[in-house]
Each structure stands twice: as structure tokens, then as C-alpha cells.
């Protein structure tokens, strides 16, 4: 989508905006962009908000007629990552395995050369890959969100919550085709916006 100069009210947002950094490195004040708090700001940043939302709406509807309306039901054994997409997708699976905690793949995940050559499945993550086998298949899509006590939301969902990752690391990589035939299924990926690790608090928005 670019910039898109000519429909996007980038103008309005930057006479809005200064930048500031800090006389010296220990100051509290941050470098950044800050507001001016001029009279009319509200007014004009939301205009610029309502532009941006109008573009990327335009621009979505656009992007979608690239692909089909509707998408054959995934099947449990279909492969759905190829290996050129799974390979993309390796690395940053190691990553974000590694980075929760409170995972238990945290611990089984081990930082392998290649793909998964793993094809026996003998539960979830027992191979030790980043990104087995049977994670890129569509019986691994095909999880849906379980309700779960505070503190076991790894232990209840975490399987699924992997996969959720696999369609975030998708939309990165601009692998649309697949995220919307995921998406086409019923299983609760924009609940999953709205979920919580714990209900004890919650979490401001």
C-alpha cells in the first residue's frame, strides 16, 4: 500500500507532531515524537485516522479479489505449509518457542539445521523441531480454543495457541493465499484475539 501521499493525510498527522530527544542521556524525556496539543488536534488527527481506515479498507478489498472468494475445506492430512513456506518459517519458530516461559516446548525445542524429516507423529513437539512435520499439516489448524484455569492456559491451549503463531508468522511473510483458507474455518482465530494467559487481571487494551 505505500505511503499513498495522495489519499493518506500524512501532512495533517506530521503538523501535529514534534520530535524531541533529551538534553542529556540519564534525562526521563525519551526521543520521540510527541504531540503538539494544538487547538484543533482532535479534529485533525482524527481526520488523518479516518483517511488511513478508509485506505487500508479500499486497499483490503482490493488485495482480496486477488484470491478466491471461498477455499476447499483443509483436510487433516493436507500439507499446508510447503516446504519453501515452512522454511521461512523455521527460524522464527525457534524464536518465539524459546521466548514463553511458561511453555512447556520451551524446553523440548532444540535448534535444528533444515526442515522436520520427522514423520511419525508422536505428540506435540516430541521430534524436538522448531517447526515439526505435523504442525504444518492441517489437522494442526484444525485446533480450536479450549476454556482454561488461570495459570494453564499453556497447559490447556498451547498446542493451538503454536499455530496461532504459524498464521501470525504467515501475514508477516505475506502468505495470504494460506492465511485466508485458514481463516475460512471455524475455529475461533479472531476469538483468540480476546483471550487472556490469566483472567485474574485483565489486561488494559
Not at 81 to 97: F, G, N, Q, S, V
Amino acid at each position: 500500500m505505500a505511503h499513498q501521499a495522495h489519499n493518506i493525510c500524512w501532512n495533517i498527522l506530521a503538523n501535529n507532531l514534534i520530535h524531541r530527544s533529551p538534553a542529556y542521556p540519564d534525562a526521563d524525556l525519551a526521543s520521540n515524537l510527541y504531540f503538539r496539543f494544538k487547538p484543533a488536534q482532535g479534529k485533525e488527527v482524527g481526520y488523518f485516522a479516518e483517511s488511513f481506515a478508509r485506505n487500508i479498507a479500499e486497499h483490503t478489498k482490493c488485495e482480496r479479489q486477488k484470491y478466491p472468494a471461498k477455499f476447499d475445506p483443509i483436510q487433516p492430512d493436507e500439507v499446508l505449509l510447503d516446504d519453501r513456506t515452512a522454511e521461512r518459517i523455521r527460524p522464527m519458530a525457534y524464536k518465539w518457542c524459546k521466548a514463553y516461559r511458561g511453555w512447556s516446548i520451551a524446553r523440548r525445542v532444540d535448534k535444528t539445521a533444515g526442515l522436520c524429516p520427522h514423520r511419525d507423529d508422536d505428540g506435540f513437539f516430541a521430534c524436538g523441531c522448531p517447526l515439526p512435520f505435523s504442525e504444518r499439516k492441517g489437522s494442526a489448524f484444525l485446533r480450536r480454543y479450549q476454556s482454561n484455569h488461570c495459570y494453564q492456559f499453556f497447559d490447556v491451549n498451547g498446542a493451538a495457541f503454536y499455530n496461532l503463531q504459524v498464521v501470525n508468522a504467515l501475514l508477516v511473510l505475506g502468505e495470504m493465499e494460506t492465511v485466508l483458507r485458514i481463516c475460512s474455518l471455524e475455529n475461533d482465530l479472531a476469538r483468540w484475539m480476546e483471550m487472556y494467559e490469566c483472567y485474574c487481571v485483565v489486561c488494559p487494551r
